[in-house]
């Protein structure tokens, strides 16, 4: 078992958990739609004050479904660091029956943090002033799409103001046509009106709206 002597993620083979890169899931848009700042998560003493937490995604494997590990989000009170790597032990007791306890000793790095928390418990992602929480993909960061990107319609076009982001502001063909042809969203006649959502949502309505290659209308 994972102990606080040598920096070392677990892996499931030799522990029966491990934690979940959640960069990767987020890059994904597969179920992570937050992060707090990668700065902060390679910094967390300086945010997370004594008795504070980390969120975590834990990677379970129960004895009685080796198959199929269940991933379970939970909080990791904070100790230290030593290099990249954090410890802490378990604040929680995991629903899946494994060798993961609370209580438990976790080494982690800050791809592996999804959230934290100070000692009162209350996460830090709810006083960002780009977070939402969204009824049906929880917490996430604000993202910005023309009124005509719904989720009753489709095919619309979706077009994007900068591809090196991940969730970049959003907009149908009919708008983009308006703003090829003004020059500019200050000249364009009729400026949309613009939608927050979040980023599951606005997943869904890429894959909603998107086009087939070379099938939007000639300007």
């Given at each position: 078992?994972?102990?606080?002597?040598?920096?070392?993620?677990?892996t499931?083979?030799?522990?029966?958990?491990?934690?979940?890169?959640?960069?990767?899931?987020?890059?994904?848009?597969?179920?992570?739609?937050?992060?707090?700042?990668?700065?902060?998560?390679?910094?967390?003493?300086?945010?997370?004050?004594?008795?504070?937490?980390?969120?975590?995604?834990?990677?379970?494997?129960?004895?009685?479904?080796?198959?199929?590990?269940?991933?379970?989000?939970?909080?990791?009170?904070?100790?230290?660091?030593?290099?990249?790597?954090?410890?802490?032990?378990?604040?929680?007791?995991?629903?899946?029956?494994?060798?993961?306890?609370?209580?438990?000793?976790?080494?982690?790095?800050?791809?592996?943090?999804?959230?934290y928390?100070?000692p009162?418990?209350?996460?830090?992602?709810?006083e960002?002033?780009?977070?939402?929480?969204?009824?049906?993909?929880?917490?996430?960061?604000?993202?910005?799409?023309?009124?005509?990107?719904?989720?009753?319609?489709?095919?619309?076009?979706?077009?994007?103001?900068?591809?090196?982001?991940?969730?970049?502001?959003?907009?149908?063909?009919?708008?983009?046509?308006?703003?090829?042809?003004?020059?500019?969203?200050?000249?364009?006649?009729?400026?949309p009106?613009?939608?927050?959502?979040?980023?599951?949502?606005?997943?869904?309505?890429?894959?909603?709206?998107?086009?087939?290659?070379?099938?939007?209308?000639?300007?």
């Amino acid at each position: 078992m994972t102990n606080y002597d040598v920096p070392r993620l677990s892996t499931v083979d030799d522990d029966g958990w491990s934690l979940q890169n959640a960069e990767d899931r987020f890059e994904r848009g597969d179920g992570i739609y937050w992060l707090p700042d990668r700065w902060i998560r390679e910094h967390l003493e300086e945010y997370v004050p004594e008795g504070g937490h980390a969120k975590l995604l834990f990677v379970i494997r129960d004895p009685s479904d080796q198959a199929n590990p269940v991933i379970e989000r939970m909080w990791v009170a904070l100790s230290g660091r030593e290099g990249e790597f954090y410890h802490g032990h378990l604040a929680n007791e995991p629903r899946t029956h494994s060798t993961a306890r609370e209580g438990m000793a976790v080494w982690f790095r800050a791809e592996h943090v999804i959230d934290y928390a100070g000692p009162d418990g209350e996460d830090r992602a709810s006083e960002r002033a780009d977070a939402m929480r969204c009824s049906s993909h929880g917490l996430s960061h604000r993202c910005y799409v023309c009124e005509h990107l719904t989720p009753d319609s489709e095919g619309r076009g979706f077009n994007t103001a900068n591809p090196d982001t991940a969730r970049p502001d959003a907009w149908c063909d009919k708008c983009h046509e308006e703003f090829t042809r003004a020059g500019s969203w200050e000249a364009a006649e009729n400026e949309p009106k613009i939608c927050i959502v979040c980023g599951g949502c606005y997943d869904a309505l890429k894959e909603r709206h998107t086009r087939p290659q070379g099938s939007r209308p000639a300007i």
